[in-house]
């Protein structure tokens, strides 16, 4: 039961911006959404999370629409080693389950 | 900070042996840990989370005597997989909560196991 949908793959260019979609749209009132990526043939590395309010860390950007019903996770500068798997994740804060769906396979290329 | 190592990071064993892979928060104490497996091409799937001095609470599906997780400390969990087959073989990956301004997940790097 997927609460979120991704693209299955996409493509970018080293050094521009990476805007990863994700759409969440029975996302309940006390859900966030969370983003995480994996590298091939390692853990998974948490990126940002958020409720409502746009995120910015060292990493990347979190747009999450008024309606809360889909996100953007933007990536700046995307470089070669940006390429990897990418999950959007929805649950509530303090629940430990992380449901982890297909994600979005992202290559970047020079 | 917050460091998840696993151990092995590879292991190949023959069929019917035990493996024991562990699973350490380097740099934070963890009071839950939480335990995937991933096959090729597929997404993680939640095994177990174990919790420090308690029982592991298994997935629906998976076998708990064949899986066997102990939490002994806050920064230590370790995954047993007992008389291993060929079909077990996978990528086992931990993950440990950081109970920080969030509850956030930090994962290890994962062990490859091989039964031949």
């Known amino acids: 039961d997927a609460k979120t949908t991704q693209p299955t793959s996409m493509d970018c260019a080293e050094g521009r911006a990476a805007n990863l979609p994700c759409n969440h749209s029975?996302?309940?009132?006390?859900?966030?959404v969370y983003w995480y990526r994996q590298i091939h043939s390692q853990g998974p590395q948490y990126i940002i999370h958020g409720l409502k309010n746009n995120e910015t860390n060292e990493m990347a950007s979190l747009i999450i629409t008024e309606d809360r019903k889909s996100s953007t996770l933007i990536l700046p500068h995307a470089t070669l080693r940006d390429t990897a798997v990418y999950y959007c994740i929805v649950r509530v804060e303090g629940d430990y389950k992380l449901s982890f769906g297909a994600g979005t396979t992202v290559t970047v290329r020079a | 900070g917050a460091v998840v190592s696993q151990h092995p990071s590879w292991v190949i064993c023959k069929s019917g042996t035990s493996v024991k892979i562990e699973c350490r928060s380097l740099d934070f104490q963890a009071t839950t840990m939480f335990w995937y497996r991933q096959f090729p091409k597929q997404s993680l799937m939640l095994m177990a989370t174990?919790?420090?001095?308690?029982?592991?609470?298994?997935e629906q599906g998976v076998e708990k005597d064949k899986f066997l997780i102990n939490h002994a400390s806050l920064t230590l969990s370790t995954l047993t997989v007992t008389s291993a087959h060929p079909e077990d073989s996978s990528f086992y990956i931990c993950?440990?909560?950081?109970?920080?301004?969030?509850?956030?997940?930090?994962f290890g790097p994962g062990t490859r196991l091989t039964v031949t």
């Open positions: 993950s440990a909560e950081y109970r920080g301004l969030s509850y956030e997940q930090y």
């Open positions: 174990s919790n420090e001095g308690s029982k592991a609470t298994y």
């Open positions: 029975t996302i309940s009132g006390n859900e966030y």
